[in-house]
Nanobody
Framework: QVQLVESGGGLVQAGGSLRLSCAASGRTFIGDGMGWFRQAPGKEREFVAGIRWSAGSTYYADSVKGRFAISRDIVKNTLNLQMNSLKPEDTAVYYC????????????????????WGQGTQVTVSS
């Protein structure tokens, strides 16, 4: 089992920045990698960014490319998401997730590929 706990959410004005973190505990072997998803009220949970744990390869949704950066600390088993140039449409609950299954192209974009989820942290961007 892997337990995931997010932190760093909050209220920020448009154009501002926030940094989310996700601490993983329990099983020390993360598996293939981790990702961030978000869910706005009345919408489906959507992929934001992902990272392969060992190789460090990163994946981003088109809507956040160039503004968000995902990173991981292998020693601390921590996942981060630096969010810059935030927009009101980035408002959502942000979830981190761990993926243990083997990699295949586009697997990081699919929420059903992730086995473990955190409880989420609210990010609100005011205009």
């Amino acid at each position: 089992q892997v337990q995931l706990v997010e932190s760093g959410g909050g209220l920020v004005q448009a154009g501002g920045s926030l940094r989310l973190s996700c601490a993983a505990s329990g099983r020390t072997f993360i598996g293939d990698g981790m990702g961030w998803f978000r869910q706005a009220p009345g919408k489906e949970r959507e992929f934001v960014a992902g990272i392969r744990w060992s190789a460090g390869s990163t994946y981003y949704a088109d809507s956040v490319k160039g503004r968000f950066a995902i990173s991981r600390d292998i020693v601390k088993n921590t996942l981060n998401l630096q969010m810059n140039s935030l927009k009101p449409e980035d408002t959502a609950v942000y979830y981190c997730a761990a993926k243990s299954r083997a990699y295949y192209p586009d697997s990081y974009y699919r929420k059903d590929e992730y086995d473990y989820w955190g409880q989420g942290t609210q990010v609100t961007v005011s205009s």
